[in-house]
């Protein structure tokens, strides 16, 4: 593990968090499009599951700017990874991305830190549209306004966790992501932030999301689906609303015919 006292010293006002496991080439896309941001005021902290493919070489080189904290060695599984880290976070917004996410442009940060200026204090999480990329194609998902988001969920709001910039306070008041859960435990500590302090949409989209990752993988579709029902269920809300349900149909149909 490493820890840069300096950088810690300061109080960043983004910590970025990022899983990895045997993806140094996304990766490395990934860590680019943060360090070329033309906002500073950012750490970054890696929490690596014991890589074999040069992922730990890459991020223990010194070659990462900001990076204020990594570790390489087993863990378990993505929100065991991530809990790590926010246990040395020192920023006041943190900002989940999976290694094979990445940054819209090098004014991604700079936007975002000026938007949230001029918020309340009191709103928990900040989110935004967001491109998602299915490896060929790349697509604008626009999300509505916070309270049409509720109305159309039937409440718990489905925020993707690349788009949710967390106020850090609130984040830790949480509890962190929950061992329950394999596939989304981001989507039950969102809806444990939401709870206690709401959420803004801001105007823009600063990341792209590549939409081939763990939870999309047709072996994973049924405990999605499961666990989004066990989550929504637990927070008070109706288990599976009509546009959750439809978003999952089109899940399987394009996983079972994906020439159609």
């Known amino acids: 593990m490493r820890q ?15 899983a990895a496991y ?17 906002f500073s005021n950012y750490e970054l902290l890696i929490s690596d599951g014991g890589s074999n493919d040069g992922t730990f070489e890459y991020i223990s080189s010194g070659s990462i700017k900001n990076l204020s904290w990594y ?4 863990d378990n599984g993505i929100y065991d990874a991530l809990n790590n880290a926010i246990d040395h976070v020192a920023g006041r917004w943190v900002l989940v991305l999976g290694a094979d996410d990445r940054l819209v442009d090098s004014d991604s940060l700079l936007s975002v830190n000026a938007k949230i200026n001029t918020l309340s204090q009191n709103v928990g999480i900040v989110y935004s549209d967001l491109y998602i990329s299915s490896g060929k194609d790349l697509v604008l998902k626009r999300y509505p306004k916070f309270d049409e988001f509720e109305r159309r969920y039937k409440g718990g709001a489905f925020i993707h966790h690349q788009t949710a910039f967390i106020k850090i306070e609130f984040l830790i ?9 394999n596939v989304h435990a981001d989507y039950d500590l969102m809806l444990k932030v939401i709870n206690k302090a709401g959420a803004s949409k801001i105007d823009g989209a600063f990341v792209v999301f590549n939409s081939k990752g763990f939870s999309s993988k047709l072996s994973n579709l049924w405990k999605s689906f499961y666990e989004i029902y066990c989550i929504r269920q637990s927070h008070g809300y109706f288990p599976m609303p009509a546009r959750l349900l439809s978003t999952y149909c089109a899940l399987l149909t394009r996983r079972l015919f994906p020439f159609f």
């Open 4 to 18: 840069n006292e300096t950088l810690k010293m300061q109080e960043p006002f983004f910590s970025i968090i990022i």
């Open 22 to 38: 045997n993806v140094k080439k996304d990766l490395e896309i990934c860590v680019n499009s943060i360090q070329c941001q033309s």
């Open 71 to 74: 570790k390489s060695s087993p």
């Open 173 to 181: 008041n949480a509890g962190k992501f929950s061992s329950k859960y």
